[in-house]
């Protein structure tokens, strides 16, 4: 199972994939860790996203998305392309599902990761991405979905 973490802020969408597969993890490498869009009240910029998103989810052949849900309301509220760019993703044939930071943590605390960031060959700014996919193959693991 191939999974695709998706961390959205501001116009950016950052990723990274995880693989379980024989008991163990693999992050795959990936041509691309992050997608910018700087003109989001263009049809145009919305549609290209699109298109490279999925194409990179083809090519990979990942199986689903997680995106890390962000506040609607309040001082901490995701911006407006940032919500634009999720609407963006959902519209697929892959399974999305958007988690809760508070569940990500409860996964994480409940079975961490036995590598570092290194290790895995993440950048730093990779790892909410990778923690959400984390945490959501540690709930088909287990069932909790």
Same mark, same amino acid.
């Given at each position: 199972?191939?999974?695709?973490?998706?961390?959205?802020?501001?116009?950016?969408?950052?990723?990274?994939?995880?693989?379980?597969?024989?008991?163990?993890?693999?992050?795959?490498?990936?041509?691309?860790?992050?997608?910018?869009?700087?003109?989001?009240?263009?049809?145009?910029?919305?549609?290209?996203?699109?298109?490279?998103?999925?194409?990179?989810?083809?090519?990979?052949? $990942?199986?689903?998305? &997680? +995106? !890390?849900?962000? =506040?609607? /309301?309040?001082?901490?509220?995701?911006?407006?392309?940032?919500?634009?760019?999720?609407?963006?993703?959902?519209?697929?044939?892959?399974?999305?599902? $958007?988690?809760?930071? &508070? +569940? !990500?943590?409860? =996964?994480? /605390?409940?079975?961490?990761?036995?590598?570092?960031?290194?290790?895995?060959?993440?950048?730093?700014?990779?790892?909410?991405?990778?923690?959400?996919?984390?945490?959501?193959?540690?709930?088909?693991?287990?069932?909790?979905?």
């Amino acid at each position: 199972m191939n999974i695709c973490g998706v961390e959205l802020k501001g116009g950016e969408a950052v990723i990274s994939l995880l693989n379980y597969e024989k008991d163990a993890f693999n992050v795959p490498e990936c041509r691309q860790i992050s997608f910018s869009i700087s003109k989001s009240v263009e049809t145009e910029s919305i549609r290209e996203f699109h298109f490279a998103f999925h194409k990179l989810m083809e090519d990979y052949k $990942v199986t689903e998305i &997680v +995106i !890390i849900e962000r =506040e609607q /309301k309040g001082k901490f509220a995701g911006s407006a392309t940032s919500f634009k760019l999720e609407a963006s993703i959902q519209i697929t044939d892959l399974p999305v599902t $958007v988690i809760s930071p &508070v +569940i !990500i943590k409860e =996964e994480l /605390k409940r079975n961490p990761p036995q590598a570092d960031l290194l290790t895995l060959g993440l950048k730093r700014v990779q790892l909410p991405a990778f923690e959400a996919a984390f945490a959501q193959q540690n709930r088909r693991m287990y069932d909790k979905i």
